[in-house]
């Protein structure tokens, strides 16, 4: 079951980064303003208005802040609300990717970025999948800067670090970023520090994501699909978040629709079904162990663009949280 379980994380991320060329354009009435959040890039930056306290939208793997042009005019009756298009995507800048520059924290740094620029105080930020990393990139490293963190289906293992289950791609980029710091080491001592920390702790948790992703090995079902180099170093660039300091609102699918995945094998169907409720239960369950501060809520059925299939929920959910903030 857990070769499903990956197969079907990495196609939750690659079906929302093939998914621009779906995104609605223009379909909301709003302004637009590009900030300029590094050297030679700036960001699409989406303005619904609204009265209340600023409300900052954060976009899935491959959309543009277009994806919220149903969910945002919803809200502008209490909040302020914004958009924001990631680097690479839609009308922002896509600098080739080199070194770090679309690390997860590098990503949370251009969120912080634009709320600098537009002097916002403390925002609610809300995050769709992939910019779960985002949101916990903010609110480990920067408390102070948000009144709360949203995550719409979000809570996966790269908003969310467990040690005690690791994660292959996670540990697999973690693991890369530890020998290129063991190659750059100015002298002796900084280099027995990196390779004592990488036998004790990094090599021995990669080991062991190695056995297991052995252990569920399945004959692959199809050519999986090809991967932008961009999409490449957004997922390269996965970090590890394991204390997360601010208000925390968590919605997730448990479990997702699967749409028409198997519909003509009811037995394949049924394996499916219960292989994402078990992973979805596991992950919304470390979840809320982890982060204490977190309220999580679960949805039956949704699908992963939750604020789509389950728009009045989320709306529900979202205005209970904000009442609870100072």
């Known amino acids: 079951m857990r070769s499903f379980a990956v ?23 709003h302004t637009v ?9 700036k960001l699409e930056v989406l303005d619904w208005g609204g009265t209340g306290r600023p409300m900052i939208l954060l976009t899935g793997l491959g959309n543009n802040a ?17 958009g924001i298009t990631r680097r690479g995507y839609g009308l922002s800048s896509a600098p080739v990717p080199s070194d770090d520059n679309y690390s997860a924290d590098r990503l949370g740094d251009d969120v912080l970025a634009v709320i600098a620029a537009l002097k916002l105080d403390r ?25 709360g963190l949203i995550y719409l289906d979000a809570a996966f293992a790269y908003a969310f670090y467990d040690p005690a289950q690791g994660n292959l791609l996670i540990d697999a980029a973690d693991l890369r970023r530890r020998l290129e710091n063991l190659v750059s080491s100015a002298g002796p001592r900084e280099q027995e520090a990196a390779l ?17 992703q052995e252990d569920h090995l399945a004959p692959a079902a199809s050519k999986p699909p090809e991967v932008s180099p961009i999409v490449k170093a957004i997922l390269m660039g996965e970090q590890k978040y394991t204390s997360i300091e601010v208000p925390v609102l968590a919605i997730c699918a448990v479990p997702h629709d699967l749409g028409p995945l198997n519909e003509n094998d009811p037995v394949a169907r049924a394996a499916a ?5 078990a992973r979805t239960t596991a992950l919304a369950n470390t979840f809320q162990t982890g982060v204490p501060s977190a309220h999580v809520v679960r949805l039956a059925h949704a699908n992963h663009y939750i604020f789509n299939s389950n728009e ?10 904000a009442t609870t903030l100072p």
């Open 7 to 29: 197969a079907l994380s990495l196609f939750c991320l690659i079906s929302s980064a093939n998914a621009q060329v779906h995104d609605p354009v223009d379909l909301s009435k």
């Open 33 to 41: 303003q590009f900030i300029t959040v590094d050297k030679d890039v």
């Open 66 to 82: 277009h994806v919220f042009d149903s969910l945002a005019p919803k809200l502008i009756s209490s909040y302020h609300v914004y």
């Open 123 to 147: 925002p609610i930020v809300a995050g769709h999948s992939i910019a779960g990393e985002e949101l916990s990139s903010i609110g480990s490293r920067h408390p102070e800067k948000v009144a």
């Open 196 to 212: 004592k920390e990488l036998q004790q702790s990094i090599l021995p948790q990669f080991e062991q994501d190695l056995k297991t």
């Open 273 to 277: 079904e219960a292989s994402d409720l």
């Open 312 to 321: 009045s929920d989320v709306l529900r959910e979202i205005n209970a949280f």
